[in-house]
């Protein structure tokens, strides 16, 4: 048997990018829902809520990625807890990048000025149509340059879960250069591919921006020439 | 600060409501204070039906924090407000009162609505949808009959061409017009006015007093203005209640307040105000 060559070993790193954009977008899923969740509890007047919420961030901030991820999955099957890897891995990435990102959505709720809140309390409306029509959507376009930020950060940290046995670019690229004896133009191959994959990532953040300032009426023309009563307050905020 | 928009004319005698009609402000004791600053002191306050009462006073006499006392966006400190019959804050039961709490004062709200003097209209909301939304959501009306009603509110207060313009695609004074119709939408018993031709341009200011004085003279509503257009409060006014350091220092009749003030804070304030 002839020994392989990097061509040979081509298309099975290759088969990592879908692998590695599932874990992102799952991880991404888990980072949004944990970090909504985290920023209503520390923003709670509950100190019931307050405090596990700043617990939770304080833990996940605080520790080794990678310590919480062997945890996951290696140490929890002793307390009975079995996740399969990629469940360990997403729920990890999650709720790490969700600590951070949380304060991200907190300071974007926050943003919202007072007075739309009152609007919509004097209202009499009620409080999930006051959260998810009336402060959300006011607070998206604010969240939403370092969303893709966290978008393309979680991409390079999803190289955690090759350790936990999944198979995605990192994973297959450790493999192949082991096989290979040579890590040169494996690793060169699969940085370019990391590279790139974070450029559509990128792109792909700045397209939901621009649709969320349009959806948000931030883009939209000033007919009228007077500045100071036109435009709102929250539109003069820092975008980030 | 601005110049009077309004000449003064004062509104005739006839309009004072009469006393007999059961109050739709009620308020009794109330205190609030933020920190160790007392903003608002032991005031009491009737409002009667389809009176239309006036507030003047210098800045921080807290004519804005009654306003808000009255609409529940402020919890008093101590004392009962009661708003067309329902305490806001206490809930009536067979052992006498009990305090109540957010939910409570959400249902009460119904019957009263406020004007800001920022507009706080919904900036990612059309004008239409920014009356219509409350109309669907609050009232529970069909989207078309709402649709319907926002359109005309909208109309009425000479917004025809602009019903799906955003927030920001509008002057001050069409976007508080825009607010003065959504706040009407909801046919309240009482509306409040904060101050809301304040953020305005001058040249804007004439077209929202217009509007809130066709409203004063041809609805029912019972209301309560805060203004430093001293004309616009003596035309409008049944009632004019002069504040300063949260307590009510004067009050009486457009003409006894503000033509021949007994106080020597309201001859000094006014004094001030219509110097400008």
Redesign the interface.
């Known amino acids: 048997m002839t020994s392989s060559t990097f061509w040979d070993f081509l298309p099975f790193i290759l088969m990592g990018i879908p692998v590695t954009l599932e874990v992102t977008a799952m991880a991404m899923a888990v980072t949004i829902a944990v970090s909504v969740i985290l920023a209503l509890g520390r923003n709670s007047e509950l100190a019931i809520l307050r405090w596990p919420a700043g617990f939770v961030i304080e833990l996940f901030r605080g520790s080794s990625s990678l310590v919480q991820l062997f945890w996951a999955f290696y140490v929890l099957p002793f307390f009975g807890i079995h996740l399969p890897a990629l469940a360990a891995g997403v729920l990890v990435l999650g709720l790490n990048e969700g600590s951070y990102f949380s304060e991200v959505v907190r300071s974007g709720l926050n943003a919202v000025p007072t007075g739309q809140r009152e609007a919509a309390l004097t209202l009499g409306l009620s409080p999930a149509y006051r959260f998810f029509r009336i402060i959300l959507p006011q607070a998206l376009p604010i969240m939403i340059p370092p969303f893709g930020n966290a978008l393309v950060t979680m991409l390079k940290f999803t190289s955690l879960v090759s350790l936990v046995t999944i198979q995605d670019l990192s994973f297959r690229a450790n493999l192949a250069a082991a096989s290979l004896g040579q890590s040169g133009a494996v690793y060169g191959l699969i940085i370019v591919i990391y590279f790139a994959l974070a450029l559509l990532l990128a792109g792909a953040a700045r397209l939901l921006e621009q649709w969320v300032n349009r959806r948000a009426g931030r883009l939209a023309p000033a007919t009228s020439g007077r500045s100071r009563s036109t435009v709102p307050e929250w539109a003069l905020g820092g975008a980030g | 600060m601005r110049s009077v928009a309004e000449p003064i004319a004062l509104a005739p005698a006839h309009r004072a409501s009469s006393l007999a009609a059961p109050a739709l402000v009620s308020m009794r004791g109330v205190r609030k204070s933020y920190g160790d600053r007392l903003i608002v002191d032991s005031i009491d306050l009737d409002v009667a039906a389809g009176e239309k009462v006036a507030l003047i006073g210098p800045s921080g006499s807290g004519k804005t924090t009654i306003l808000r006392l009255a609409?529940?966006?402020v919890k008093p400190d101590a004392g009962t407000i009661r708003i067309a019959g329902d305490y806001l804050w206490h809930e009536e039961g067979p052992g006498g009162l009990r305090p109540a709490g957010e939910r409570h004062a959400?249902k009460v709200?119904?019957s009263?609505?406020?004007v800001?003097q920022?507009f706080?209209?919904?900036?990612?909301m059309t004008a239409l949808e920014n009356v219509r939304?409350?109309l669907v959501?609050?009232l529970g009306l069909p989207r078309k009959e709402s649709d319907a009603r926002a359109t005309e509110l909208l109309c009425d207060v000479g917004l025809k061409d602009h019903l799906s313009?955003?927030?920001?695609?509008?002057?001050?004074?069409?976007?508080q017009r825009v607010a003065i119709a959504?706040?009407l939408a909801?046919q309240p018993k009482v509306m409040l006015f904060d101050e809301v031709t304040s953020?305005?341009?001058p040249e804007?200011v004439g077209e929202v007093l217009r509007v809130v004085r066709k409203l004063a003279q041809a609805s029912d509503m019972s209301m309560l203005i805060v203004t430093h257009e001293i004309g616009f409060a003596a035309d409008i006014a049944d009632r004019v209640l002069m504040f300063d350091a949260g307590r009510i220092v004067e009050e009486g009749t457009p003409r006894q307040v503000l033509k021949n003030p007994s106080n020597p804070r309201t001859q000094q304030f006014l004094r001030a105000v219509l110097e400008r």
């Open positions: 609409i529940g966006l959400r709200r119904r009263i609505g406020i800001f920022q706080n209209l919904f900036p990612h939304e409350p959501h609050v313009k955003r927030p920001a695609q509008l002057s001050g004074g069409q976007q959504r706040s909801l953020a305005l341009d804007l």
